[in-house]
């Protein structure tokens, strides 16, 4: 039983484009979302996170929006740029001092010249 | 500083075998974590090491164990190998709420 579920395997996008990455969640209890990018043969990289005190957070071309009514997260690259491409992790936990992350399959963003 | 390290980076075992993988945190972190990475599964979490104590624990048999030692290095061990153990490991410090990872060992069980 899956309680972070990004359901997208893979995200195809055009270079200077908005890439927009999806990730649901079930648990209501979750109140804190990260997302982490991994390069190949690399450990995963913090991006950027949100409380659930929040519905927006932003730092530079990336931007996480928070939906707490839809369980839903998003983050959205502007512009997108072949640095980008990587493989990108949602994840959540109760309280931002838990470290037991749950973390969802992760997309694979493809930003094409 | 130094970044977190893992070593072997690459193993390969049969069925049957145990394995030991290695984690040096970043200097100064005492917080360690280890999670499983399957394809199509995202990370698993395993278990959380703060000062030689495990703090947290994920849902994985009792064949996956770890330690920590003073000087926050940390150890994990896997005995009576399976097929479905393939996987790559991550080691993550943690500091401030942060996580850091390393870049893994990747285990291929034959």
């Known amino acids: 039983d899956q309680q972070v579920k990004q359901n997208s395997p893979s995200l195809s996008v055009q270079e200077g484009r908005i890439s927009i990455l999806n990730c649901d969640y079930t648990?209501?209890?979750?109140?804190?979302f990260l997302w982490y990018k991994k390069y190949p043969a690399e450990g995963p990289t913090f991006l950027i996170s949100?409380?659930?005190i929040k519905d927006k957070n932003e730092d530079g071309r990336f931007t996480v929006f928070l939906n707490k009514s839809a369980k839903h997260l998003s983050l959205h690259i502007v512009p997108s740029q072949p640095g980008d491409s990587a493989v990108y992790f949602c994840?959540?936990?109760?309280?931002?001092?838990?470290?037991?992350?749950?973390w969802g399959a992760g997309t694979k963003l493809i930003i094409k010249p | 500083k130094a970044g977190v390290t893992q070593t072997p980076r690459y193993l390969i075992k049969t069925r049957g075998q145990q394995v030991t993988l290695s984690c040096s945190p970043i200097?100064?972190?005492?917080?360690v974590s280890w999670y499983q990475q399957t394809p199509g599964q995202g990370l698993q979490f395993l278990f959380e090491?703060?000062?030689?104590?495990?703090?947290n624990k994920g849902n994985f048999p009792g064949r996956f164990s770890g330690r920590q030692f003073s000087n926050s290095r940390s150890e994990m061990n896997v005995s009576t190998l399976e097929l479905g153990d393939s996987a790559l490991y991550l080691c993550?410090?943690?500091?401030?709420?942060?996580?850091?990872f390393g870049p893994g060992t990747r285990l291929t069980v034959l």
């Open positions: 090491y703060f000062s030689e104590t495990q703090r």
């Open positions: 994840a959540a936990s109760e309280g931002d001092s838990n470290y037991q992350l749950i």
């Open positions: 949100i409380s659930s």
């Open positions: 993550a410090s943690t500091d401030s709420g942060q996580q850091f």
């Open positions: 200097s100064g972190h005492r917080s």
């Open positions: 648990n209501s209890m979750f109140d804190y």
